[in-house]
């Protein structure tokens, strides 16, 4: 069993900063990426930023300069800063870890997503 869960959303002004963090636990032997992914209404789920499995890091291009992912490794946690947020930065946003078991089984997990709102 393996658990992915994410805290940190909520309500902020446009121009105001959130940190989102993102947990995985559970049979876990090792995990080849981690990001975050979001998804507006009417809009498919995007990447907003994201760990890749030889530790280089991708961002969207609309988060760059002000969104920054960070991680640590011996709590399989990953963070979200993010700075100088736009209404349009409005969704839920969701977890995702893509990781080997402790029974070799690799597989995609997601969180069940925190909802980001940035009022004008």
């Known amino acids: 069993q393996v658990q992915v869960v994410e805290s940190g959303g909520g309500l902020v002004q446009a121009g105001g900063s959130l940190r989102l963090s993102c947990a995985a636990s559970?049979?876990?032997?090792?995990?080849?990426?981690m990001g975050w992914y979001r998804q507006a209404p009417g809009k498919q789920r995007e990447l907003v930023a994201a760990?890749?499995?030889?530790?280089?890091?991708n961002y969207a291009d609309s988060v760059k300069g002000r969104f920054t992912i960070s991680r640590d490794n011996a709590k399989n946690t990953v963070y979200l800063q993010m700075n100088s947020l736009k209404p349009e930065d409005t969704a839920v946003y969701y977890c995702?870890?893509?990781?080997?078991?402790?029974?070799?089984?690799?597989?995609?997990?997601w969180g069940q997503g925190t909802q980001v709102t940035v009022s004008s």
């Open positions: 760990f890749t499995s030889g530790g280089t890091t």
């Open positions: 559970g049979s876990i032997f090792r995990i080849n990426g």
């Open positions: 995702h870890a893509e990781l080997y078991t402790l029974y070799s089984v690799r597989g995609d997990y």
